[in-house]
């Protein structure tokens, strides 16, 4: 400190830290208070879908079955699909 019990010139407080923007509206907030992304969530029914599609086609009623599976998981996650 200086001799009038100020702080010295730059010694205040630092630059102010960014504030995350907000999520859009619709987009769900994961427990961290970030956006949730959709392709990180439901990973394992996501694989699920993929290897059926890539396998056997999206048309192939089993994949057909995997796909709402995977809808499904995200609207509990709190996406609108």
């Known amino acids: 400190m200086g001799a009038s ?3 010295p010139e730059g010694a205040g407080p630092g630059p ?3 504030t995350p923007s907000p999520a859009p509206p619709g987009v769900p ?3 961290d ?3 949730k992304k959709i392709c990180c ?5 996501k694989k699920l879908r993929d290897t059926c599609i890539a396998e056997r086609g999206e048309e192939h ?5 995997l796909i709402e599976a995977h809808k499904a ?5 709190g996406f609108k699909v």
């Open 41 to 45: 969530s439901c990973p394992d029914t």
């Open 73 to 77: 998981c995200l609207r509990v996650e």
């Open 5 to 7: 019990g100020s702080k």
């Open 61 to 65: 009623v089993y994949c057909q079955a």
């Open 16 to 18: 102010a830290l960014p």
């Open 29 to 31: 907030i994961g427990a």
């Open 33 to 35: 208070g970030k956006p």
